[in-house]
């Protein structure tokens, strides 16, 4: 009986359902038609900096490409951040005042390109004036021109946009009273030319004693088109960067892991950390079509940097005696560096075989003075 209960009431259920569903049915509105048109959203290429014209899908490379619109969308602020959301590359210290990646467990200050010149200086690279940034995991000597046995990042320089006028100004604040604005403002100069300027500044703050941070850039770069399509771009860069250094604390000598009790305590001197960095970078381009699908490029490049990083730092801590080993020095660096390249690409068919080509030539100059001086301490 128990059961033909449950059965009964199942299927009142189940009617129940089915009526109140055919109620809605007859009182729901009927939808307009909708047609859905066949979308395909634009393929991530390679900048022509990176010496392919393939499409990313058909790269044999292992490839990773942050555009400007994905960086806004996730507030992205540094290399650093970029590198937070890309598989295969992480983050490392840098000693509080430089890029420093691990690519595929290679970790590296050098790798770094801006529109496939060599960038190696160190510093704290800011994405005001990019339009992608390029993240290649393995060896690829034939992209970079220096080997890559591990990888690279490549950041592509946003330019003038011919028939254009747009201003863009964007700013944030956090918690902490860290404060970032941007301008990019482009102006249409006429049918043929447009002067593209890019600003940004920051004033940077976080929960550790002592810190702070200052950096300004400003970037004007021109673009030409002449009759025949081909295209010049000239820019200069001026970047000012400060900041204070914080190596954070030492770790133990047995767990080899940080020593909670000292989360609180800045081993630094308030007048002591700190690193200073000034750029000029002045680059031009001109591309031109020798004949169908063959691209000629000429890039030019020249930039100055001055980097000063200086700090104390905790070595060493004897847990038995709480007592922490500091040491300290001071690092300068003058850096010239002038690049010329030239280089055609192009790609043709042999029956259903398409090959892309690619061939050049280049130039790099460098005059570096690189001082490094280590604390001496005194006892009386």
């Avoid at 604005?181 to 976080?206: H, P, T």
Wanted: proline share 3%.
């Amino acid at each position: 009986m128990k059961n033909k209960n449950k059965l009964l009431l199942s299927a009142i259920a189940s009617l129940s359902f089915a009526m109140s569903g055919n109620a809605q049915d007859k009182g729901t509105p009927e939808l307009s038609p909708l047609s859905v048109v066949d979308s395909e959203t634009e393929k991530l290429r390679l900048s022509p900096g990176m010496k392919s014209s393939l499409d990313v899908m058909d790269s044999p490379k292992s490839i990773s490409i942050m555009t400007d619109d994905q960086i806004q969308a996730q507030g992205l602020k540094s290399i650093g951040d970029i590198i937070d959301f890309t598989p295969g590359v992480v983050n490392s210290q840098g000693e509080g005042h430089r890029d420093a990646i691990v690519i595929r467990g290679k970790r590296t200050t050098q790798d770094f390109f801006r529109d496939g010149v060599r960038d190696d200086v160190q510093y704290y690279r800011p994405l005001y004036n990019i339009e992608q940034v390029e993240i290649l995991r393995g060896s690829d000597a034939l992209t970079s021109g220096f080997g890559g046995a591990h990888g690279m990042v490549n950041r592509v320089s946003k330019k003038g946009v011919i028939g254009e006028s747009f201003n863009i100004v964007k700013g944030s604040v956090d918690t902490f009273g860290e404060t970032v604005f941007s301008l990019d403002n482009n102006y249409e100069l006429g049918e043929d030319k447009a002067l593209r300027i890019n600003m940004f500044g920051d004033n940077l703050e976080n929960h550790r004693d002592y810190y702070y941070g200052n950096s300004f850039g400003v970037n004007p770069t021109i673009r030409v088109q002449t009759e025949n399509g081909n295209i010049l771009d000239i820019s200069y860069e001026y970047l000012n960067q400060e900041r204070f250094i914080d190596r954070g604390i030492p770790t133990g000598s047995t767990t080899l892991t940080p020593i909670a009790s000292l989360k609180d305590y800045v081993f630094a001197d308030p007048t002591e950390n700190y690193s200073t960095h000034e750029a000029h970078i002045f680059r031009a381009v001109y591309e031109h079509e020798l004949i169908n699908d063959v691209i000629g490029k000429f890039s030019a490049s020249y930039s100055i940097h001055d980097k000063l990083y200086q700090c104390l730092y905790p070595s060493a801590y004897d847990e038995a005696n709480q007592l922490v080993t500091l040491q300290g020095y001071v690092d300068t660096t003058q850096r010239d560096t002038a690049v010329l390249s030239y280089e055609l690409s192009g790609q043709f068919e042999t029956g259903s075989l398409v090959h892309n080509v690619i061939a050049g030539v280049e130039y790099l100059g460098m005059d570096n003075d690189n001082d490094r001086y280590y604390a001496d301490w005194f006892h009386k």
